[in-house]
């Protein structure tokens, strides 16, 4: 009866090993499962986010090289609106150095074309057949300095 016994106890025993060891199994399947569907889903997301990067990529690729390009566009406009500028910089140089010497002479060319003009009208009263050979141009007083 007691070697009975202690088989009951040794086979109890086992017994009980076998149920944790088989809750122990169905566990470990169900975190194996969990961890296969975590991992499964992980990796899809990864894919979409590798599809969704290499998009912005090629997207941002393409906006890189549309804006290089515009920047040389703009460069290039820059450096011909600068020559531009310097040119139209020197030619109002030229105007208002050609203005201040129109004012700065005005009264010796005016008195010149006065003088022209007054040349003129003689010569074309003497064509026309006047005589100035006897016409005093400037008033000498002899008498005019004993009085």
Do not use: N, P
């Amino acid at each position: 009866a007691k070697k009975s016994e202690e088989s009951t106890g040794v086979i109890a025993m086992i017994d009980l090993l076998i149920k944790d060891l088989d809750k122990e199994m169905t566990e470990a399947e169900t975190e194996e499962k969990e961890a296969q569907a975590d991992y499964e889903t992980m990796m899809k997301e990864s894919a979409e986010k590798r599809t969704t990067d290499s998009a912005a990529l090629t997207e941002k690729s393409s906006a890189k090289a549309d804006m290089e390009t515009a920047l040389e566009d703009h460069k290039e406009k820059l450096g011909s609106t600068q020559s531009e500028l310097m040119a139209t910089a020197k030619y109002i140089s030229s105007l208002h150095a050609e203005c201040d010497w129109l004012l700065q002479y005005y009264d010796v060319r005016k008195e010149a074309r006065t003088g022209e003009i007054d040349s003129l009208d003689k010569t074309h009263a003497v064509l026309s057949g006047a005589d100035y050979s006897l016409v005093q141009t400037k008033a000498h007083s002899f008498l005019g300095r004993l009085a």
